[in-house]
């Protein structure tokens, strides 16, 4: 079983530029997660999707991050434009059911200077 | 406000002891909470996962409790090895959100 894929690994952008990150999930996964997690803090939930709805999206800084997820399956997010404080490493997630373990991705580093 | 705690140190202990690892919430009321295990660089790793009705879960050198009345849950890794040396988080699901704690990392020295 393939896992969950996430594109770029890495990325540095000058700030006030803008960025996108790419997530595959586990083929199958209704659920879909996108983490922010700043170094030596646990994972913040960004946004959450069941199939192509919206679960959560509480903690994403709408003015300036953005996601979408494509038919059920593929899914992105946006930074525009970027700040230094959006240095982090985000993580992508996926599972099957309500209760089910989650699934992650190895996550994109994103530098911004 | 809502709030995941985990001890916010590392852990150092020494190989073959028990790890026993703390989890503590407030304003959840979860119905299940899970564990899951960080190596730098790479995402996150599922464990354990536990049931409100249950008190005890237990996978070979790995166990976790679940006190919903003191809202913790105990991760015990038993006969430690440097190679269980990373960090681990606890996250539970609150309104059909995965929310994580603030990891504890543990090391195991020879």
């Known amino acids: 079983e393939a896992g969950v894929a996430q594109s770029p690994r890495y990325k540095i952008i000058e700030k006030r530029q803008s960025v996108a990150f790419w997530c595959n999930p586990i083929s199958g996964h209704a659920t879909l997660y996108w983490y922010q997690q700043i170094l030596g803090q646990g994972p913040k939930l960004l946004i959450q999707f069941q199939n192509n709805g919206v679960v959560d999206d509480s903690q994403l800084p709408k003015d300036r991050f953005s996601a979408e997820r494509l038919k059920g399956v593929d899914s992105t997010l946006k930074i525009q434009p970027a700040k230094l404080e959006d240095s982090a490493v985000y993580l992508c997630a996926s599972s099957s059911y309500r209760e089910g373990k989650a699934f992650f991705g190895q996550g994109t580093r994103l530098t911004v200077v | 406000s809502q709030k995941i705690e985990q001890n916010s140190e590392a852990l150092n202990i020494q190989e073959g002891k028990t790890a026993t690892l703390t989890c503590n919430y407030t304003?959840?009321?979860?119905?299940?909470l899970q564990w899951y295990r960080q190596d730098p660089g790479r995402g996150p790793v599922f464990l354990l996962l536990i049931r409100e009705n249950e008190k005890e879960k237990r996978k070979e050198r790995l166990k976790v409790t679940f006190d919903t009345t003191l809202k913790q849950s105990l991760f015990h890794i038993t006969a430690s090895q440097p190679a269980d040396s990373a960090t681990y988080l606890c996250a539970l699901v609150d309104t059909d959100k995965l929310i994580f704690g603030t990891g504890t990392r543990l090391q195991v020295f020879p």
């Open positions: 304003n959840y009321s979860p119905a299940y």
